[in-house]
């Protein structure tokens, strides 16, 4: 009979412990929520490019440039929103009508403040480059 009960408690022990070893895992924390309000794109052919056009995919939102002169830049700024990191998708033409299209993932240096919005900032280079990148401006500390 008490080889019995020993058998029969065994699963509740195990259970137990099981529960007591789940609840020492460590809860990861939240992403930190960074913000964005402003895109730049930066031609630095020695043509104009056309139809720029930047499109985030977790929104659909777009923003666009019909033309930016030879080493011209296009910007945009507006209200703060919040920034999630994923993938975005830009296009262009350049004058002899070629399209180019690419996607990309912007990550965040671990150096970044979180109050303070991020710029994205994309450059157009020679035969279809592309670079990307996020910076922040900090504040005046004297305003």
Request: aromatic share 8%; glycine share 6%.
């Amino acid at each position: 009979m008490n080889i019995l009960l020993i058998t029969r408690s065994k699963p509740v022990y195990v259970l137990a412990l099981a529960c007591l070893l789940s609840s020492c895992v460590a809860v990861k924390p939240p992403e930190p929520i960074f913000t964005y309000n402003e895109v730049v794109i930066i031609n630095q052919l020695r043509t104009p490019v056309q139809d720029v056009a930047i499109q985030a995919s977790e929104t659909g939102r777009v923003f666009s440039c019909g033309n930016i002169a030879p080493r011209g830049i296009c910007s945009n700024k507006f209200p703060v929103r919040p920034y999630y990191g994923n993938p975005i998708q830009i296009s262009w033409m350049v004058p002899n009508g070629r399209r180019y299209d690419r996607t990309i993932e912007l990550l965040l240096p671990e150096n970044f403040a979180l109050e303070v919005p991020l710029r994205g900032v994309l450059v157009i280079g020679a035969q279809g480059a592309m670079s990307a990148y996020l910076e922040q401006e900090m504040p005046d500390p004297h305003f």
